[in-house]
Structures are given as C-alpha cells and as structure tokens.
C-alpha cells in the first residue's frame, strides 16, 4: 500500500511539473499585435536608401529582439519590439507565401489578434492611378490563375488573353473585410502626399496632358492583382482589368505587384483573413512610359529605385515616404486599440 501511495505521489509530482512547465511556456508566448510584411529592403534596414522595410523598421521594431524563423526567407529575421512585429518575406508569391505561414506556425508566438499589415510599392493602372498615389486594397487577385495565351495564337489578337477557370476560385481571389478596409480608409483618406516635378513631368508626356494623369497623388481604395509574371502593357492591363470584373472586386482594379494575393490565401487558411491589411504606393505604371521598350527596360539595367529610370522617374523614395505616412496612422491606430 505504501509503495503504491508513493507511486501516486511521484506520479502527481511528474504531472504537476509538467501542467507548470506548459502554463509558464504558454505564458512566454510574446503577443504579437501587429505583423508588418515588406517585401524587399535596398542596403541595410536603416540609415540609407529607403526600401520596402526601412521607415517601419527604424520607427517600430529598431532595437528590439530579433528571431530566427525556421522555413523563412534566407537573410530575415523576425523583429518585435512592444507587440509590433516585422518580417522582409522575399519577393514573389513563393517567397512571401512560405515566410508568412513559416511565421504564423512558430509557437514562440501568440498571433491570436494579429493585425497582418502587407506594405510596399507596385505598379499601377492608367486613368485611376498616378505615380506617388497610396491605396488601401480591398480585393486581392491572383494574375497567374487561369488560363494565359499568346495573341499570337489568338483568333482574335486584339482581345485580351486570360480565360477564366472557376477551378481556381478558392485561391485565385480574396476579397479583404470591407467594414476593415473602410475603417482604414476613413483613417487614412486626408493624408497629404508628395510628388516630384520630373514625374508628374514624364506623366503629362506619356499620357498628353490628360487630366486625370496631372493630378497630384492620393490616398484610394483599389484591387490589386499579384503575378509572379513582372507585366507591364495595356493588353495586360485589359486582363488585370478583366480579372477584377470576374471576381466581382468591390473597388477598380488600381495595382500589380508579386505577393498579396498569395498572402491572403495563406492567412485565410489560418483564419486570419478578416485582419489582413494591404497598403500599396505606384512607383510605376502598368503599361510602357515615356517611348520605353521591353527591350531598353528589361535588357539593360533599369531600376525603380534609380533617379534616372525609364520606369519610375524620380518617384521611388518619395512613393516609399507617402506610403509610411499612411502606414504608420494604421500602426499606430492598431497599437492603440483604436482600429
């Protein structure tokens, strides 16, 4: 009798060290309650040329703990500093894919209230958009999903080359929380942005003055329609535009870039899409600018971030400026419990 008493006791002892050792593991978790998602940084995260990263890094996360995360990009890391978490995915939609679901799965972290902020540059659609403008996205498309044809092949080479497949509906399009993506709208509407006298510039060159092309920049709400095909032309354009008209989008189509809509897929998956937020600047336009080529951009070595691009103007480090200036009134309003 004894024995077994004994046995009960240690058993008890084990069990109890265990349940402890679970509550204090449980209560290390660091609650994350903003998770900030650029894609790319230019040279170091701070005190140089500004990339997707940079503005958020040194106001948020600079000087905080940093983390490896096991699955995610080579060269990141996780930065978290007071609950505001930032991560530099990789470019393309298999890079920022594998990045976000590699952090959401680390147990390190409580993600059970995280806002997703998506951040970064894209480029965008003629007669809605200029150069410099800033949009709170509210639908998310997948460019890549369906069926691409070469209008070479067409019988009809003027029309546009994407068919549609509903095969492909779960994970080629997310429409974002509208009561959200308004909340931040309403937030962000008024925030003044800047231009520079060389874009606006290349602007009314390209276009030939029209006027919605003169404007200075914006805050608005738009799609965006994420490819990992780098597209640029107005027959392309005629498919993201088609595209946005398919899926029922609630807002035009404004912006391509490489990654939210991959983004989405993965944090719907985890149940998380009604805390998504995507806040994308233009820092080039959709179709060819300026008597650019394929040929002279794609050959050659073109960059956005230059002051002498073909492509962007002089727009890029002023385009990431206007961007922070709404992001951080976003950041901050979910730090505060304001959102």
């Known amino acids: 009798m004894k024995k077994l008493l004994v046995f009960l006791l240690v058993l008890v002892s084990v069990f109890s060290f265990l349940w402890a050792e679970g509550a204090v593991e449980m209560a290390e978790k660091t609650e994350i309650k903003v998770l900030i ?3 790319f940084e230019i040279g ?4 140089d040329f500004p990339g997707e990263a940079q503005y958020y890094y040194e106001k948020y996360v600079m000087g905080g703990e940093e983390y490896e995360i096991a699955g995610g ?3 990141s890391k996780l930065y978290v500093k007071d609950g505001v978490a930032l991560y530099v995915t990789g470019m393309g939609k298999v890079n920022s894919a594998v990045s976000v679901a590699s952090i959401l799965l680390d147990d390190r972290f409580d993600f059970s209230s995280t806002y997703i902020l998506s951040t970064g540059c894209a480029g965008s659609a003629t007669e809605y958009t200029v150069m410099g403008d800033v949009f709170v996205i509210t639908a998310c498309i997948d460019f890549d999903l369906g069926h691409h044809a070469d209008s070479r092949e067409m019988v009809d080479q003027e029309g546009t080359t994407w068919f549609h497949d509903e095969g492909y509906d779960s994970s080629s399009y ?3 929380n509208q009561d959200l993506t308004e909340k931040v709208y309403q937030l962000v509407k008024d925030t003044e942005l800047s231009t520079t006298v060389k874009t606006q510039a290349a602007m009314a060159r390209t276009f030939d003055n029209a006027e ?23 027959y392309d354009e005629a498919n993201a535009r088609l595209m946005t008209e398919t899926y029922n989008a609630p807002d035009p189509y404004a912006l391509t870039e490489m990654e939210d ?3 989405a897929v993965v944090i719907d998956r985890f149940g998380m899409l009604d805390r998504y937020i995507v806040i994308r600047d233009s820092v080039n336009m959709d179709v060819f600018m300026d008597g650019a080529t394929p040929e002279s951009l794609w050959r050659g070595d073109d960059s956005l971030a230059s002051e002498d691009s073909e492509e962007s103007a002089d727009i890029f480090a002023t385009a990431r400026k206007n961007n922070f200036l709404v992001g951080e009134k976003v950041v901050d309003a979910i730090i505060n419990g304001t959102l």
């Open 44 to 47: 170091a995260l701070s005190g």
């Open 212 to 234: 919605w092309a003169l404007r200075n920049p914006e805050v608005r709400k738009g799609t965006t329609v994420s490819g990992d095909n780098y597209w640029k032309g107005e």
């Open 73 to 75: 990009m080579e060269g």
């Open 261 to 263: 809509a991959a983004i």
């Open 174 to 176: 997310k429409i974002l």
């Open 37 to 39: 998602l650029p894609k």
